[in-house]
T-cell receptor, first 113, second 113 residues
């Protein structure tokens, strides 16, 4: 069964600090890995998409890494801001029709002043 | 430009009633997806539309759930004879093509009493 596991489940950090969120997956065949940010009461918003051949991708203060051998990904947030408070969801696409996505349950990040 | 919109934003209904949820995708997007997000759970794929192709209904949890997409644009998700376990946030997303970034709407929060 395809699964995406994220850790930690929740995290509280001080404004300005860095943090790293983890994602492990058992999805086959692998097509792509995406990170989404979901604010409370809103739909998810895409941060990054990585294919098998990419091992890092940045979007502003967000940097995602992918190790397809160990089936692990991380999302690093630099110099956190209060507006980074949200759930961060790791999503893995599989199969030839890579609309077939498996979602993690997300990491709830709270940035406090 | 306008993003994905969904209506209603909130819906409270009695067990056994039928409900219709609407999704207006981003203009020109050929792919449309419906997901369900239950409290504390990851997003669950329901159905996928791509152009004029037959939809992928493999994620629909029961025959009480159906969806249609008229004219390749607006989509309606219908839940018949609602049950309390149907209570969730129903998210719609659209993308330019199956492998591209999915843009999510704000969701419809359904509560079945």
């Amino acid at each position: 069964k395809n699964q995406v596991e994220q850790s930690p489940q929740s995290l509280i950090i001080l404004e300005g600090k860095n943090c790293t969120l983890q994602c492990n997956y058992t999805v086959s065949p692998f097509s792509n890995l995406r990170w989404y940010k979901q604010d409370t009461g809103r739909g998810p918003v895409s941060l990054t998409i990585m294919t098998f051949s990419e091992n890092t991708k940045s979007n502003g203060r967000y940097t995602a890494t992918l190790d397809a051998d160990t089936k692990q990904s991380s999302l690093h947030i630099t110099a956190s801001q209060l507006s980074d408070s949200a759930s961060y969801i790791c999503v893995v696409g599989s199969g030839a029709g890579s609309y077939q996505l498996t979602f993690g349950k997300g990491t709830k990040l709270s940035v406090i002043p | 430009g306008a993003g994905v919109s969904q209506s209603p934003s909130n819906k409270v209904t009695e067990k056994g009633k039928d409900v219709e949820l609407r999704c207006d995708p981003i203009s020109g997007h050929t792919a449309l997806y419906w997901y369900r997000q239950s409290l504390g759970q990851g997003l669950e794929f329901l159905i996928y539309f791509q152009g004029n192709s037959a939809p992928d209904k493999s994620g629909l949890p029961s025959d009480r759930f159906s969806a249609e997409r008229t004219g390749g644009s607006v989509s309606t998700l219908t839940i018949q004879r609602t049950q309390q376990e149907d209570s969730a946030v129903y998210l719609c997303a659209s993308s330019d093509r199956a492998r591209e970034t999915q843009y999510f709407g704000p969701g419809t929060r359904l509560l079945v009493l």
